[in-house]
């Protein structure tokens, strides 16, 4: 599974962007979606996540601020991002969990991809 993360950049403190990623390649279907960053120096920390029937979660310091969504036709996750802080700045990573089966009858297998990142950054 490939994704395709776009829509980082430069904005100014109180500004908004909206990140897209799109899942390609041979799976039976993607579940859980999600955004993560990270910061320099920092660990990458999870931002978002949607179930594939559309139940979010949202770390604390984006929680009013930020909404991810998807379109589970395109295989496709957004994150909105408003009200967007200094502290904000990082590269932001999408994610997916994805289920293939190999042969008709077999154990589905899932599998974690990322995408290579996009970089947002927020000026004070």
């Known amino acids: 599974v490939q994704l395709q993360a776009s829509g980082g950049g430069l904005v100014q403190s109180g500004g908004s962007l909206t990140l897209a990623c799109v899942a390609s390649?041979?799976?039976?279907?993607?579940?859980?979606m999600g955004w993560y960053r990270q910061a320099p120096g920092k660990q990458r920390e999870l931002v978002a996540t949607?179930?594939?029937?559309?139940?979010?979660t949202y770390t604390d310091s984006v929680r009013g601020r930020f909404i991810i969504s998807r379109d589970t036709a395109k295989n496709a996750v957004t994150l909105q991002m408003s009200y967007l802080r200094p502290e904000d700045t990082a590269v932001y990573y999408c994610n997916a969990i994805s289920m293939t089966i190999d042969h008709p009858g077999s154990q589905p297998v899932f599998g974690t991809s990322w995408g290579q990142g996009t970089l947002v950054t927020v000026s004070s």
């Open positions: 390649g041979r799976f039976e279907r993607l579940n859980d």
């Open positions: 949607i179930t594939r029937g559309g139940a979010t």
